[in-house]
T-cell receptor, first 115, second 114 residues
């Protein structure tokens, strides 16, 4: 069975400091992993995706994530937070389960950026 | 390309009423799905479709029906609305080719059931 756990429901950082949003996954085979961002009252936007190519994945707006199979982690990072990064972030695992393709969403991490 | 579109953006229903949430995509994607988003629970899959004429249940299908008569459209029907169906609903389609496995989401429908 596949699952994904986002370890923090809220993360608060100061503008200009690094961002770390943590995600652990469980999968019986090599998964596809994604990070999505949702700004208030908006839809979901893809930040980046891992599909078994390079383990360090670069996304939009300066975000990147590293796939670590030994730790079953896919943490999202950014060197310097901007006020516009304040949003909710979802880690997602996808794959074929019970003969059908499914996405499993984490419960989300709300990022607050202090001036 | 308009991408994935949803209507309406907002809806208020009374308990027992029925309605249809519309979803359309113009990317010729075969795979489409409906999710509901509730606080602290991420997105949960309601129903999905792998192509015209083929639908299946997701994680939380009770109280919802879907059909897929064309590749473009994937409406979600609430048969008899209940307060527990108050949520934000997202429709998505799955990319193909270079965008394989990437989900494209609509802007959402915010539904309140009184």
């Amino acid at each position: 069975a596949q699952s994904v756990t986002q370890l923090d429901s809220h993360v608060s950082v100061s503008e200009g400091t690094p961002v770390l949003l943590r995600c652990n996954y469980s999968s019986s085979y090599s998964p596809s992993l994604f990070w999505y961002v949702q700004h208030p009252n908006k839809g979901l936007q893809l930040l980046l995706k891992y599909t078994s190519a390079a383990t360090l994945v670069k996304g939009i707006n300066g975000f990147e994530a590293e796939f670590k199979k030994s730790e079953t982690s896919f943490h999202l990072t950014k060197p310097s937070a901007h006020m516009s990064d304040a949003a909710e972030y979802f880690c997602v695992v996808s794959g074929w389960m019970d003969s059908s393709y499914k996405l499993i969403f984490g419960s989300g991490t709300r990022l607050l950026v202090r001036p | 390309n308009a991408g994935v579109t949803q209507t309406p953006k907002f809806q208020v229903l009374k308990t027992g009423q029925s309605m249809t949430l519309q979803c359309a995509q113009d990317m010729n994607h075969e795979y489409m799905s409906w999710y509901r988003q509730d606080p602290g629970m991420g997105l949960r899959l309601i129903h999905y479709s792998v192509g015209a004429g083929i639908t299946d249940q997701g994680e939380v299908p009770n109280g919802y029906n879907v059909s897929r008569s064309t590749t473009e459209d994937f409406p979600l029907r609430l048969l008899s609305a209940a307060p527990s169906q108050t949520s934000v609903y997202f429709c998505a389609s799955r990319g193909e080719g270079l965008a394989y496995n990437e989900q494209f989401f609509g802007p959402g429908t915010r539904l309140t059931v009184l």
